[in-house]
C-alpha cells in the first residue's frame, strides 16, 4: 500500500510539478504572449513582458492574409483520416501480434520500429517520385496514406502493448461461444482496449497535426495544412517574429485544446500497464 | 430550318461561348515571405481586372524551404509550380541545366533594355533572360550620423576599410552597449559567408584561380579574416557569431551599432516606424581598399517560369505585370515611391519623386558597383560576387561559414581556420572532379 506523503512533502512535489510543467511550457507561453506584442516589442532586449505594447494586430494580418479555414480543414482531415485509416491496419496486426505470436514476431516488431530511425529525407526523392506518377502530389488523400505509413509503427507498437494486458482466456472464451475472428476482434477485444485506442488515437492525431516535412514537401496549395501556413510567415529579412508566433499560436490552438481536454485520457493510455 | 434545330444549333453556340468564358487558367506562384511580395499579394485586384481568366495560387514558403521544394519539383519534372521565385544563385546553375523556360519573348513594351544591366547580367546564360528581376539589392554601409559627429568624424560617401575601422573605433563605447560595428557572424553560405565573400573581393582575394584551385591559403583571404576578426573582437558586439540579418537589424534599430554593412533592403527597415535611430542614419558605399573592387554583394529576387510548367504562356503573363514598369507606377500610386521594389530598372531611378527616396541613389550606385560577371581583382572561373554559381557552393559556403564563425567565436585562429577552410574545399572539389 502506498504510503501517505506529509503535508510539507506534498507542497514540495506539487511546486516540484508546477516548475517542471511551467519551464516545459514557457516556450509555448512565450510565444502566445510574443503573438500580442508589436514587433518591436517582440524582439527588444532586454525582453519585455509587462512593459510591451499589445495588440491585436498580428492576428487580424495572418488572418487577412491567409485562407486559415483552408489550411485548419486540411490538417483535420489530414490527422484524423491518417489516424483512422491506420488504426483500421494496426488493429488487426497488432492482435495477430499480440495473441497469435510467430518466432519473428519480436524482430518484425523492432524492424517496423527501425523504419522511424531513418531520417525522412533519405527516402524523400523515391516517395516524392512515386507520388507524382500516382498524382497524389498536393492531395489530402496522398497525405492521409503518407503520414499513415510513417505513424504506423508507432501505433502498431502502442496498441500491441495495450494488447498484451488483455487475458488471452477472454478471447478464447469469446471463441468458445462462436465468435468469429472479425467477431473478436470488433466485439471483445477493442471494447476492452479502448482507452488504450484512444490514447494511441490522440497521440498519432498530435504527432499528423504537427509534421513539417512531408505536409510541406508534398503540398503546394489545395492539401497544404497548418504546418504549411506557418511556414508561409517565416521571413530570412525583417522582423516578422510577432506574426509568425501569431500564425503559430493559430496553428497549434486547436491541438492543445484538444490535448487539454484529453489529457486524462492521454496519461491514462500511456501509462497502461507500467505497474503490475 | 425547322424550330428544333435551330434551337438546337442555339444551345451548342451557348455552350461553347460558356465553354469559353469559363477556360480559367490556374497558375501557382511559389514565394518567399518579405514585405515587396506580400504587397504584391494584395495588389492582385489589379491583375485579376486585367487578366480574369488567369487565377493565381500562391504558396509561399521559407526561403530554404522554397529553394528545396521548388528544386524537387522541377529536378522530377512535378510540374506543380508555374512561376517561381529564385535568387541570382540559382539563375545561372538552372538556366545551363535547362530548368527554366527563356523569357527572351516577353512582349515589346516590357523594354527589357529598361533592366538595370549589372541585374539582368546576372539572370541571362548564353543570351537568354531566364528570369525577371522583382527586386535586386546590392549592401553598403549604414551608420549613425549622430555617433560619426560626436566623434568629430565625416563618412566619405565611398569609404576605405581603413576608414570604417577608425570609424568603429571611434563610435564604440561597451560600457554604454554601444558598438562600433555590426557584421554578419553566423554561419551560412547566405549569411556570414555572403559578406565575406563580397568582402574579400575587396582585399583582392577570391574563392578559384582560372583552374579551380582553392585560394584560402593565399595572403588576401589572410588580410580579409584577419580586418574582419580585428573589427569584430574590438569593436563588434558580444556573442557576434550568432548574428545574422534579423539579429542585426535589430541591434541597429535599438542604437547598439555604429555601423552596419549589410542588404540595402535594410535601408526602408532603420528608417522605418520600428527603429530608434530612424532620423539619425547615413549610408554609404561598401567598403573597399582601392583595387578596383568594393565589399558589397548584388542579389536580385527574381521570378522564373520552370520548364515543367504547363501553364507557360499565363505564367509569363503573370510575370509581364509583376516586373513590368507600370506594377512600379501601381507600387507608388498605392504605397508610395519608397516602397516600390527596387534595384531593377533604370527609369525609376531617373523618376524625380524616386530620387527624393534617402537611399535611392546609394543603392543604385551600390548595384551599378558590382558584377556578377566579373566580380574579383584577378580573373575567375565562375560568376557571382558573394557567391560562386556552382551546384556544389550552398555545401561549400556553409562549411567554410561554420569555420570562419567558430574563428569569430574565439574557437580557432585566423590561419587554422583558412588552413581548414583550403582543406576542405580542396577535398570536395576533388570529390566533385573540378581539380585532381
Not at chain 1, 512593459?51 to 490527422?79: C, G, H, K, M, Q
Not at chain 2, 514585405?35 to 494584395?42: F, W
Amino acid at each position: 500500500m502506498a504510503r501517505a506523503l506529509s503535508p510539507r512533502r506534498k507542497l514540495i512535489s506539487t511546486l516540484a510539478a508546477w516548475t517542471v510543467a511551467l519551464i516545459i511550457f514557457f516556450p509555448v507561453l512565450w510565444m502566445i504572449l510574443t503573438s500580442f506584442k508589436t514587433e518591436p516589442s517582440a524582439v527588444a532586449m532586454p525582453p519585455q513582458l509587462f512593459t510591451a505594447d499589445w495588440t491585436l494586430e498580428n492576428y487580424a494580418e495572418v488572418w487577412a492574409r491567409s485562407d486559415y479555414p483552408r489550411f485548419f480543414w486540411n490538417s483535420v482531415v489530414i490527422s484524423v483520416g491518417s489516424t483512422l485509416l491506420g488504426l483500421v491496419i494496426a488493429i488487426p496486426a497488432a492482435w495477430a501480434m499480440a495473441f497469435v505470436p510467430g518466432k519473428k514476431t519480436k524482430d518484425l516488431l523492432m524492424w517496423m520500429l527501425s523504419t522511424k530511425m531513418m531520417p525522412a529525407v533519405a527516402v524523400m526523392i523515391p516517395l516524392y517520385l512515386l507520388f507524382q506518377r500516382l498524382g497524389l502530389i498536393d492531395t489530402k488523400f496522398g497525405l492521409v496514406i503518407a503520414l499513415m505509413l510513417m505513424n504506423l509503427p508507432i501505433i502498431i507498437w502502442m496498441l500491441y502493448t495495450y494488447f498484451k494486458e488483455i487475458p488471452g482466456e477472454i478471447l478464447e472464451a469469446s471463441r468458445m461461444d462462436g465468435a468469429t475472428l472479425w467477431g473478436e476482434i470488433i466485439y471483445v477485444l477493442t471494447p476492452m482496449a479502448l482507452p488504450g485506442i484512444a490514447s494511441t488515437m490522440l497521440l498519432n492525431i498530435i504527432l499528423a497535426w504537427n509534421e513539417a516535412f512531408w505536409t510541406i514537401v508534398l503540398t503546394t496549395t489545395k492539401a497544404a495544412p497548418l504546418s504549411a501556413f506557418i511556414a508561409s510567415f517565416s521571413a530570412p529579412q525583417g522582423l516578422f517574429y510577432a506574426k509568425l508566433s501569431a500564425a503559430s499560436a493559430m496553428a497549434i490552438l486547436p491541438i492543445l485544446i484538444l490535448g487539454w481536454f484529453s489529457q486524462k485520457q492521454l496519461v491514462r493510455g500511456l501509462t497502461f500497464g507500467a505497474v503490475k | 430550318m425547322t424550330k428544333t434545330l435551330r434551337a438546337l444549333l442555339g444551345a451548342t453556340a451557348l455552350a461553347t461561348l460558356a465553354g469559353v468564358a469559363s477556360a480559367e487558367t490556374t497558375i501557382t506562384v511559389a514565394t518567399v515571405n518579405n514585405g515587396d511580395m506580400v504587397r504584391m499579394q494584395g495588389l492582385m485586384d489589379d491583375f485579376n481586372a486585367k487578366h480574369p481568366d488567369i487565377k493565381v495560387e500562391w504558396v509561399t514558403l521559407e526561403e530554404n524551404v522554397l529553394r528545396q521544394n521548388v528544386t524537387t519539383d522541377i529536378a522530377t519534372g512535378g510540374g506543380q509550380y508555374d512561376v517561381i521565385t529564385i535568387g541570382t544563385y540559382e539563375v545561372p546553375i538552372w538556366g545551363k541545366q535547362g530548368w527554366l523556360e527563356s523569357l527572351n519573348d516577353l512582349p515589346a513594351e516590357y523594354d527589357v533594355d529598361d533592366l538595370l544591366p549589372a541585374i539582368r547580367g546576372g539572370l541571362t546564360v548564353d543570351g537568354n533572360l531566364y528570369a525577371a528581376p522583382f527586386y535586386g539589392e546590392s549592401s553598403m554601409v549604414m551608420y549613425r550620423k549622430d555617433l560619426m559627429e560626436a566623434a568629430g568624424l565625416t563618412m566619405p560617401d565611398a569609404p576605405t576599410w581603413a576608414d570604417i575601422e577608425k570609424a568603429a573605433a571611434a563610435m564604440t563605447d561597451k560600457s554604454k552597449e554601444q558598438y562600433g560595428i555590426c557584421l554578419r557572424g553566423k554561419a551560412g553560405w547566405g549569411e556570414n559567408m555572403a559578406f565575406l565573400t563580397a568582402m574579400s573581393n575587396s582585399f583582392g582575394a577570391r574563392w578559384f584561380d582560372e583552374k579551380w584551385v582553392p585560394q584560402f591559403d593565399q595572403p588576401e583571404w589572410k588580410a580579409t579574416l584577419d580586418t574582419y576578426l580585428k573589427l569584430m573582437n574590438e569593436y563588434g558586439p558580444p556573442g557576434a557569431s550568432n548574428n545574422g540579418f534579423n539579429e542585426n537589424l535589430t541591434l541597429f534599430q535599438q542604437g547598439k551599432c555604429g555601423m552596419w554593412i549589410d542588404a540595402t533592403v535594410a535601408a526602408s527597415f532603420v528608417t522605418g516606424k520600428d527603429s530608434t535611430v530612424a532620423d539619425k542614419v547615413g549610408f554609404a558605399l561598401a567598403p573597399d581598399n582601392g583595387l578596383g573592387k568594393r565589399g558589397n554583394w548584388l542579389w536580385a529576387w527574381s521570378l522564373a517560369v520552370p520548364s515543367s510548367s504547363d501553364a507557360k504562356d499565363a505564367a509569363k503573363v503573370f510575370i509581364d505585370w509583376a516586373t513590368n514598369k507600370d506594377y512600379l507606377a501601381l507600387v507608388a500610386s498605392k504605397e508610395g515611391w519608397a516602397n516600390v521594389p527596387p534595384g531593377t530598372r533604370t527609369s525609376l531611378y531617373s523618376n524625380e519623386e524616386y530620387a527624393k527616396v534617402p537611399f535611392a541613389k546609394m543603392t543604385i550606385d551600390s548595384i551599378n558597383s558590382a558584377d556578377p560577371n566579373a566580380p574579383t581583382v584577378k580573373p575567375v572561373p565562375y560568376v557571382g560576387v558573394q557567391f560562386v554559381a556552382i551546384p556544389e557552393f550552398q555545401g561549400l559556403g556553409t562549411t567554410v561559414g561554420e569555420i570562419f564563425s567558430a574563428a569569430l567565436a574565439g574557437q580557432k585562429t585566423a590561419d587554422e581556420a583558412l588552413a581548414e577552410a583550403q582543406a576542405a574545399v580542396t577535398d570536395e572539389m576533388k570529390a566533385a572532379g573540378y581539380i585532381q
